[in-house]
């Protein structure tokens, strides 16, 4: 269940990333997206700070009524504050525009947006590294135990009856007591990670200063695949090399997370087919991904396959170092 609804839940965060949905986008008489010509990228009605591209101001001044907040209200980028423009609800009040301010003010420090971007995105991985460490140990646990816990399933296969049923519980919470796990707090891990990330990709998205700036010679609002059609032969080589990037983590990503979560038999399957999906469905989204959201996918999965690894890497030490004492005990 857990996997199904991670999986659901990154299909939206790509679909909201690619502009799919235009409540939160600016478009034309027929409802269609209207799009930087320069970019490729969708533009947004919801924008927390004032762009500079002249351009860009163009399109929202002549759009100005299908804008959340009127351009005159808007600061510069720079001088964004969480108190700048009125909030919009919770989501974006306790999570959103910080998070903006965050990202700003380390572009400022650090003297370019998009470096701040992987930064930040960086960091909120390794501060919720404890988190990651204890979904991680827990589906390490949850994998011993599913030999035991698949016996009691097959025991009270035919049997429905409030007695029977009760006997099952209490034979699986004693497994979960022996191997130390508890169902509900994975889960929690999940929900307590996933608004951040969600929240961190809408402030990238709601800050157009990000996107004006450039990085390896390339706007960071621009799409992949505006820069692979359109983009002269260096843009398009770093455009493929982020497209390519994207899919190695990814993939990397959802293979470790397989060899943590392997349940065996029909469940294995299904997750098998799932990462399969999710992972063609990310080959397709990826040509559409402004360079921003692309470099923050590749740095947050990068550094999660590093947190797992390090992770696993003791225990798998120890491991060899008990297969060996019982070599020599033989």
């Given at each position: 269940m857990k996997k199904k609804l991670s999986i659901f839940l990154v299909v939206i965060l790509l679909l909201s990333c690619t502009g799919c949905g235009n409540s939160n986008y600016i478009t034309n008489k027929d409802k269609q997206l209207i799009k930087n010509?320069?970019?490729?990228?969708?533009?947004?009605?919801?924008?927390?700070?004032?762009?500079?591209d002249k351009e860009l101001l163009s399109i929202y001044d002549k759009n100005e009524k299908q804008m959340q907040t009127k351009l005159s209200k808007l600061p510069e980028c720079e001088k964004f504050k969480l108190s700048s423009t009125k909030y919009h609800g919770l989501w974006e009040a306790i999570f959103v525009k910080p998070l903006a301010w965050v990202i700003i003010k380390v572009g400022k420090l650090l003297g370019n947006f998009g470096v701040a971007?992987?930064?930040?995105?960086?960091?909120?991985?390794?501060?919720?590294?404890p988190l990651s460490k204890k979904s991680l140990m827990m589906s390490e646990n949850m994998k011993k135990a599913q030999p035991e816990l698949n016996k009691i399933e097959k025991k009270y296969a035919n049997r429905n009856d409030n007695e029977a049923m009760m006997a099952k519980s209490q034979e699986m919470m004693m497994i979960y007591k022996k191997y130390n796990i508890n169902p509900m707090s994975s889960c929690?891990?999940?929900?307590?990670?996933?608004?951040?990330?969600f929240a961190f990709l809408e402030a990238i998205n709601r800050v157009p200063?990000?996107?004006e700036e450039s990085l390896f010679g390339i706007k960071l609002g621009t799409t992949t695949l505006t820069g692979i059609t359109?983009?002269?032969?260096?843009?398009?080589?770093?455009?493929?090399?982020?497209?390519?990037?994207?899919?190695?983590?990814?993939?990397?990503?959802?293979?470790?997370?397989?060899a943590s979560n392997a349940a065996g038999g029909e469940a294995e399957k299904q997750m098998q087919m799932m990462s399969k999906?999710?992972?063609v469905?990310?080959?397709?989204?990826?040509?559409?991904?402004?360079?921003?959201?692309?470099?923050?996918w590749i740095v947050t999965n990068g550094i999660m396959?590093?947190?797992?690894?390090?992770?696993?890497?003791?225990?798998?030490?120890?491991?060899?170092?008990?297969?060996?004492d019982n070599k020599k005990k033989r």
């Open positions: 010509e320069e970019t490729g990228q969708p533009i947004r009605n919801d924008i927390l700070c004032r762009p500079k971007v992987m930064v930040v995105g960086a960091l909120i991985r390794i501060v919720l590294m929690l891990v999940s929900f307590i990670q996933l608004p951040l990330f200063a990000i996107f359109t983009g002269p032969v260096s843009i398009k080589i770093i455009c493929i090399i982020i497209i390519i990037l994207i899919l190695l983590t990814t993939y990397l990503s959802f293979k470790i997370n397989m999906f999710m992972i469905m990310i080959s397709v989204v990826s040509i559409t991904l402004p360079v921003a959201i692309a470099l923050y396959v590093l947190q797992n690894l390090i992770i696993k890497l003791p225990k798998s030490k120890k491991q060899k170092v008990h297969q060996k």
